[in-house]
């Protein structure tokens, strides 16, 4: 297995192209560039930030099939999805760009006898740490804001995008975003927590696996540095009851096969009241039975694509192995391939409660489902998770559904929907899900200084 940056084709784990790590001067060059881009970037008018981020959000739609491309070459993920993921970047700097001014006005303190008021300003340079699952939208969530509000910019990508963090450098430069002010770091581990400490860093932003949080929160603890973390999740998804089972399956398989089941969000327990449990496992037998391996570029809904590499499908299938050692019963798929990194569709049911597997984020195509008999096992087995990133319930009576999601232990808990998603709408979770928020009305509300200006009248 191949280390450092590299494209590495999942399909068949061929390393196509390399990349060269940064070195110790190239590292001491960009963060001396950062640091004084932000001088200028920060001193210009939001408007005309605004104007290049809004030029940023056009680019990343009008390249969006170039950039499905170089994803589906890096990391699998399915060309119509990719495109998605890129026209979602285009809505996010949109927004921001759009509702800056707005995000950050002025608070009124309300004050007798002065002028008080709480302002948004930016604080510096912040590192960027994202993952290779959503290339483009990881970055667009944390950059957007950021670069609006006056912040300047060090991305660390995943060693597995090399080409998908230069793409997004040549949007960045070919919007007019100023020198320095966004800059894509081939940076080795050693070298990030480096920048971690440096002082002119005043943030870190890191969307990854608990393991690497814990890691840069230890690091920006110790620097003293305001960190957000976005990590994993273990989504329930609740149905309470349904007049078409196999609708609801469809969605439900649907739903977890987005992105081959990789993604923080996705409803990764599914928990199924009894008198439809039966049938709803049976159908998703079905379905996952049907599906084949194939490219990218298919758009046939029952061709999957292969994991993000030979190690991530390795490591979904130990898991299946401690399933199965747990007494868990895999009723259908979960099969690795002999080169690539496919690994079957499975449909995995019960796991015990209580085991080491039970805890654990299944990254990948599993459909995991629990059986419940009541609204209260459904909430209790929903919450007792070591994540808690989101959410959803389903059922016909909107009340009895409202009543069981408005007590999910989750920074996401949606009703009657699991795509209840957007540029405005906040992102992240709670637990060991990670702390922050991206996205909306708050997503320009981490890396900022909340700074008391205050006018009085006494003299000296």
């Known amino acids: 297995m191949a280390n450092g940056y590299r494209v590495e084709n999942p399909e068949t784990s061929d ?8 070195t110790d001067a190239q590292i001491e060059e960009a ?46 993920k399915r060309h119509s999805e990719g495109a998605e993921e890129a026209e979602f970047c285009s809505a996010i700097f949109g927004y921001f760009a759009t509702n800056g001014e707005k995000l950050t006005g002025d608070l009124d303190l309300e004050v007798d006898g002065a ?43 995943a060693e597995i995008c090399p080409k998908s963090a230069a793409a997004i450098q040549q949007i960045m430069d070919d919007a007019g975003v100023p020198k320095g002010v966004y800059q894509t770091l081939y940076a080795t581990h050693d070298q990030i927590s480096t920048v971690i400490a440096d002082n002119r860093v005043a943030g870190v932003s890191l969307t990854g696996s608990e393991r690497a949080g814990a890691i840069i ?36 398989w649907a739903t977890r096969m987005y992105n081959t089941g990789q993604a923080c969000d996705s409803n990764k327990r599914m928990i199924v009241m009894d008198d439809i449990y039966d049938e709803f496992v049976a159908e998703l037998e079905a379905l996952a039975s049907k599906m084949t391996p194939g490219s990218y570029t298919s758009d046939d809904e029952t061709v999957f694509q292969p994991l993000s590499s030979r190690s991530a499908a390795e490591r979904l299938a130990g898991q299946l192995e401690d399933v199965k050692k747990a007494g868990g019963n895999i009723r259908v798929g979960g099969e690795l391939s002999d080169k690539g990194a496919y690994i079957s569709p499975a449909v995995v049911t019960d796991i015990p409660r209580g085991s080491d597997v039970y805890y654990e984020e299944f990254f990948g195509p599993i459909a995991v489902v ?20 989101g959410g959803s319930v389903f059922s016909q009576d909107k009340e009895r559904a409202e009543k069981v999601g ?50 009085g009248d006494e003299g000296a």
């Open 15 to 22: 390393v196509v192209e390399t990349f060269d790590n940064a």
């Open 115 to 157: 002028h008080a008021v709480l302002e948004r300003r930016p604080i510096g340079t912040i590192l960027g740490i994202m993952p290779w699952n959503f290339p483009y939208y990881q970055v667009a969530r944390f950059a957007g804001p950021n670069l609006v509000l006056g912040n300047t910019i060090l991305l660390k990508h």
């Open 217 to 252: 929160a230890e690091q920006a603890g110790k620097a003293l540095k305001k960190a957000v973390l976005e990590l994993g999740g273990s989504d329930p998804y609740i149905i309470l009851d349904t007049d078409n089972v196999k609708e609801a399956a469809a969605n439900a």
């Open 406 to 455: 408005s007590q999910l232990e989750v920074g996401m808990a949606k009703i009657n929907t699991h795509a209840a998603e957007g540029e405005s709408i906040p992102f992240g979770g709670v637990k060991r899900s990670g702390y922050g928020r991206e996205l909306g009305p708050v997503g320009m509300d981490e890396f900022v200084n909340k700074r008391l200006y205050w006018v």
């Open 370 to 389: 629990y059986k419940v008999s009541s609204d209260e096992e459904a909430l209790e087995l929903a919450n007792d998770s070591q994540f808690g990133l």
């Open 31 to 76: 963060l001396a560039l950062a640091h004084d881009a932000y001088k200028e970037w920060s001193a210009r008018p939001m408007s005309e930030r605004a104007d290049i981020v809004a030029k940023v959000a056009t680019l990343f739609d009008e390249r969006k099939d170039e950039l499905a491309d170089i994803i589906g070459q890096e990391m699998g």
